[in-house]
């Protein structure tokens, strides 16, 4: 899979924990993730929360690789939550309302 820079991925690390994150850079050894949000399923569906709590999240992280498990493109709704929740942002889909 080729990773886009700039786009929203759903990581699942080798250790179980699954975390939403926009790419930004990526090498051989390491992506750079900026806003990660460890992802959560709840009675409601998938709730988000910051992956470090100690952390600032305005700055990036970077991963290990070998830390990666799989990664995939993200589902639009999750993609959506995502956005919204860090930047304030609620996407707009474009949808057919059937009534």
């Known amino acids: 899979m080729k990773i886009e820079l700039n786009n929203v991925y759903s990581i699942k690390l080798v250790s179980g924990e699954e975390i939403v ?20 399923p709840a009675r409601e569906g998938v709730q988000m929360m910051p992956t470090l709590f100690t952390s600032d999240m305005e700055k990036e992280f970077k991963l290990n690789k070998s830390a990666i498990g799989i990664i995939a493109d993200t589902a639009q709704e999750v993609r959506d939550g995502y956005i919204g929740t860090t930047t304030g942002i609620k996407p707009v889909t474009n949808r057919i309302l059937h009534g």
């Open 21 to 40: 994150a926009k790419v930004t850079e990526e090498t051989t050894t390491y992506l750079i993730l900026s806003k990660p949000l460890t992802s959560i």
